[in-house]
């Protein structure tokens, strides 16, 4: 006797991408830098990693977040995107502060490649003043444009 062949496993789609971030916090001046992203998607369903490295006049900044959000169709190829973050923020001459964040943005999804500009507004969850005096921690702004290629044998 035979059995029945079992129904297609759905398998997140992995796409790997990196870019370019643009960061301001309020009063202070603009840091830009790579930005680098590993994002997984099932239907209408976005997990995210992401991670930024910005260098400025002032000072520079590393940030990590991961979070999950939901991809809502545009067009053939153009999504809405929208997801809920949090991770750490690590301002030069200062400590890791946990943070967390909404992103917001567009993407265009061929069938191995993908363009994304983004728009993130992340707030530290504690602040922070150095031994110089400066106090750090508060709410970020981001820009990020991004490319990235599946790192999956085929879409599905």
Not at 65 to 83: K, Q
Request: aromatic share 8%; net charge negative; no cysteine.
């Amino acid at each position: 006797s035979t059995f029945p062949e079992p129904p297609p496993a759905h398998a997140f789609v992995r796409v790997l991408g990196a870019g370019y971030s643009a960061l301001r916090n309020p009063g202070g001046s603009a840091s830009t830098g790579p930005s680098f992203f590993l994002s997984l998607r099932e239907g209408q369903i976005l997990l995210l990693h992401s991670f930024e490295r910005s260098f400025g006049p002032d000072q520079g900044s590393t940030v990590g977040l991961v979070g999950a959000g939901l991809v809502r169709p545009i067009s053939a190829h153009w999504n809405a995107v929208a997801l809920g973050l949090a991770g750490f923020d690590a301002p030069d001459h200062a400590s890791l502060m946990p943070a967390a964040a909404l992103r917001a943005g567009v993407e265009w999804l061929g069938s191995r490649s993908s363009l994304n500009v983004l728009l993130t507004g992340m707030g530290d969850l504690v602040h922070e003043t150095n031994e110089a005096g400066q106090r750090f921690g508060g709410f970020t702004i981001s820009l990020t444009v991004s490319v990235g290629l599946s790192i999956d044998e085929a879409r599905r």
